[in-house]
């Protein structure tokens, strides 16, 4: 049985003020019925981290750079995450991949890394709405998983995260079938890649997941929790979202 998992990804948001939202979640869910993953800006790992004292409330990186350590201005390694508190780093994520031109084996490179400093990465795939209308979603998410995720490795530590880039931060979902087809996919994917044990691997939706969609979604196979962004910053949303993932 695999453990659902909400994850948050509060990107480039938050400062002090927020941690309450999370201590807020914390005293809402003592004993989850599922595990929550809060993945904040690198500036607050520590102190959340702190703050939660290893709880029910785990704390993850949204990056990592993926050398152990060297002369790169501005970047954190893997280590330094896990140092500061982190179980958990995102990896891969559509912003990223636009932003700072991310390529499917630098991703993969940066998963080695977190995986050496004990960190369980989230790895994210997801089409571009051009992509889904020209009709090639299924193979854009075959290459990302085939690029992003490297070989031999204990494929059911592993977490992805299905995240078409349409979705993200738009209000617009797919629909549950098409989540289905995706998720379906890519657990046979990676069960004809990786051998039986990809039936461990934990496969999250993300993409405008909100209070008001989320049981809808969990109720979708091989869907084993969400990668929320907007939705996790209030406690209140994001607790609402966990309470559906905990009764689905
Ligand atoms: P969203 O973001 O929930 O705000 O759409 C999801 C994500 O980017 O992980």
């Not at 914390?26 to 929550?36: G, Q, S, T, W």
């Not at 657990?187 to 990786?194: A, D, I, V, W, Y």
Request: hydrophobic share 45%; aromatic share 4%.
């Amino acid at each position: 049985m695999r453990r659902k998992l909400a994850a948050g990804n509060w990107k480039m948001f938050g400062t002090e003020a927020a941690i309450a939202e999370v201590e807020a979640l914390a005293a809402m869910f003592p004993e989850p019925a599922c595990d929550i993953l809060i993945c904040p800006p690198a500036t607050l790992i520590s102190r959340m981290s702190l703050r939660m004292g290893g709880g029910a409330v785990a704390i993850g990186g949204q990056d990592c750079h993926p050398a152990p350590e060297g002369a790169h201005t501005g970047d954190i390694s893997a280590a330094m995450l896990a140092d500061a508190g982190a179980t958990h780093v995102i990896l891969g994520h559509s912003e990223r991949r636009a932003d700072h031109g991310e390529t499917d084996a630098l991703v993969a490179d940066k998963a080695r890394a977190a995986l050496s400093a004990g960190l369980v990465p989230v790895i994210c795939v997801g089409e571009t709405l051009a992509e889904r209308e020209a009709g090639s979603t299924l193979s854009v998410v075959t290459a990302q998983l085939q690029g992003s995720v490297p070989d031999g490795l204990d494929i059911g530590a592993l977490i992805i995260a299905y995240e078409p880039v349409w979705a993200i931060g738009t209000g617009k979902v797919p629909g549950l079938a098409e989540i289905a087809e995706v998720h379906d996919f890519m657990r046979e994917n990676l069960t004809t890649r990786f051998g039986p044990g990809a039936d461990d691997t934990r496969l999250l939706y993300g993409g405008s997941v909100k209070p008001g969609n989320a049981s809808d979604i969990f109720s979708v196979s091989n869907v084993d929790g969400a990668l929320v962004g907007g939705a996790s910053l209030a406690a209140a949303d994001f607790g609402a979202i966990i309470a559906a993932l905990a009764a689905s």
